[in-house]
């Protein structure tokens, strides 16, 4: 059977039919397709020389120069980077008769579909998260073009926080963790690991700091809304509504809303709550926090746990690993697993384990 694809449990390249045969989809830009459409309806091109000579370029030539502009237009400009929309790759740790190598962090970052998942509201935090860990570990791991990649979702990331003023709290840590990483390498021994040329981190480290400045002085926008509002509720969904947070954060940014909603946030048996979620009995004892009236203060303890042990991470939708097919995919995609209960095969798998996939 024809191979369509670097693998046959691969899900194949995209190919079109033109009039002189199937092609492979190539990268798209449409800064370039317009300026090579142009191009294609100019039979000459009269270039004006120093000397007053005109020299006359025949078609031939003009698409020669569109091909150089182009490559020259996807390595400087980050805006034209390609992004794959692969659903699903094939993690492939050793060299098989099928494929030879293995898959990398790099890789499988490239060709996943992360620049669509951050539109997506239920994948956005995931996709911050995985950024903030690659960020603090693993950014000289990726190869030159993941790094480009990285920074233009991150482009992406910010724009939309932007515009949207959707939970810029995650993106600024984020950031912070990112210029404190660029920092190091910059200034120390990193330089020797960084791929590309040193003023190239030292512009990116400054459009890092241009984003902290811009999110920093971020307003946002008040909702005029005749209709119903969150402080309509009563008190008992109200509670329940804060009962349902996983994020300490979360809980003390929307008491700060209104009097009645910081009256609820303040609750001692909603902190315990939430320290009961996150850590164990075991790890209460060592670090017991009691206030002036003898009891535990448990917003303080949640706080303190929190320096020393993970908390529990929550997402709305997660990448899953098929350990039958070996196949990284997002959960919506329809991954045909070949196994006799799917289900039993199937595993979700969090920012940190994504990299883990990937440690040799």
């Avoid at 060299?95 to 790099?106: A, D, F, I, M, N």
């Avoid at 990285?150 to 709290?169: G, H, T």
């Avoid at 993106?171 to 200034?187: E, F, G, M, N």
């Avoid at 535990?296 to 039958?324: N, S, V």
Wanted: glycine fraction near 4%; proline fraction near 4%.
């Amino acid at each position: 059977m024809p191979f369509l694809g670097q693998d046959w449990r691969s899900p194949g390249w995209r190919w079109v039919k033109t009039e002189d045969g199937w092609k492979r989809c190539e990268p798209f830009s449409p800064a370039l397709e317009d300026g090579n459409n142009q191009l294609n309806d100019i039979n000459h091109t009269v270039i004006i020389t120093e000397d007053d000579e005109k020299e006359v370029y025949s078609t031939e030539d003009c698409e020669f120069a569109a091909k150089k502009r182009k490559k020259d237009h996807c390595r400087n400009n980050t805006d034209s980077q390609c992004f794959y929309r692969e659903k699903w790759i094939y993690v492939h740790k050793e060299s098989t008769k099928e494929r030879h190598g293995y898959c990398t962090l790099g890789e499988a970052f490239n060709r996943l579909d992360f620049s669509s998942a951050i539109q997506d509201i239920r994948r956005f935090n995931y996709v911050v998260k995985l950024l903030q860990l690659i960020a603090k570990s693993q950014l000289t791991s990726l190869s030159g073009a993941a790094q480009k990649n990285y920074f233009n979702i991150l482009d992406k990331i910010v724009r939309k926080v932007m515009e949207d003023q959707y939970n810029p709290r995650l993106i600024k840590d984020l950031l912070q963790d990112l210029s404190s990483t660029l920092c190091i390498l910059i200034r120390g021994v990193g330089k020797s690991v960084l791929v590309g040329n040193i003023n190239i981190w030292i512009c990116r480290l400054e459009t890092i700091l241009l984003w902290q400045q811009q999110l920093k002085n971020l307003q946002m926008n008040k909702q005029v809304n005749n209709g119903l509002t969150l402080m309509d509720l009563p008190l008992h969904m109200l509670n329940n509504i804060l009962y349902r947070f996983s994020d300490g954060w979360d809980i003390i940014t929307l008491g700060q809303v209104t009097p009645t909603l910081y009256m609820l946030s303040e609750d001692r048996q909603l902190w315990k709550k939430l320290c009961q979620y996150h850590f164990a009995e075991k790890q209460f004892c060592r670090h017991l926090i009691p206030s002036e009236k003898g009891h535990i203060d448990w917003k303080l303890m949640y706080f303190a746990l929190q320096k020393y042990y993970p908390i529990k991470e929550q997402y709305g939708d997660t990448l899953h690993f098929c350990r039958h097919c070996s196949i990284l995919f997002w959960k919506d995609t329809g991954h045909p697993c070949t196994a006799s209960d799917p289900n039993t095969c199937l595993m979700p798998v969090s920012p940190q384990h994504f990299i883990d996939l990937f440690k040799f």
